[in-house]
């Protein structure tokens, strides 16, 4: 897309992803090579299953650094800050997207425990106990594919480049 850099299409990938909004591409795809940047965007499958996913619940802003009383009751213009959105899915898992809507670099405690995601979107969840209950999670970047076992259900990030985003699926471990 004219304009906006791989950073740029990753995180509007995820955010539609994450909204269950149509994939619908404006590119030509003819000039799409499999591996290539773009294909590695377009073509990645634990996006689209976030898309996809049978529940068809939309993600819910669970987390604002320009609002903190009601994230997801406000609507922001000023694009200066980190979101995070949770979006249920239809076997328990979470999905969070932590977004750099700024086009400068942000560092700080960008974090969500799962007592305040159940808080935010529990009445969608299919098992809010599992989840509230549970010690440690599993947690999948569905960019990297890197996988890791988080204890006590605090999910962070302290930077994100400009415009960049961290998309990751958690279930109980």
Known sequence: MNGL??????????????????????????????????????????LIALNQDALGIQARRVFC????????????????????????LANGD???LFQNLSQ?????????TMEEIIKSIGENMVDVDKMRNAVSFAVKDLWTGEEKVVDGGKFAVSE???????????SVK
Not at 105 to 112: R, T
Request: charged share 35%; glycine share 4%.
């Open 65 to 88: 650094t320009l609002e903190k009383d009601a994230p997801d009751m406000v609507y922001i213009t000023n694009d200066d800050r980190v979101d995070i959105l949770a979006k249920p």
């Open 5 to 46: 850099d791989d950073t740029m299409c990753r995180t509007h990938m995820a955010m539609w992803c994450m909204l269950n909004s149509p994939l619908m591409l404006g590119l030509d795809l003819r000039r799409v090579e499999k591996g290539d940047e773009i294909y590695n965007i377009i073509a990645n499958k634990e």
């Open 160 to 170: 994100l480049e400009a415009c960049d985003n961290v998309a990751l699926r958690i």
């Open 104 to 112: 400068e670099k942000k560092e700080g405690d960008f974090s969500i």
């Open 94 to 96: 979470v999905a969070l």
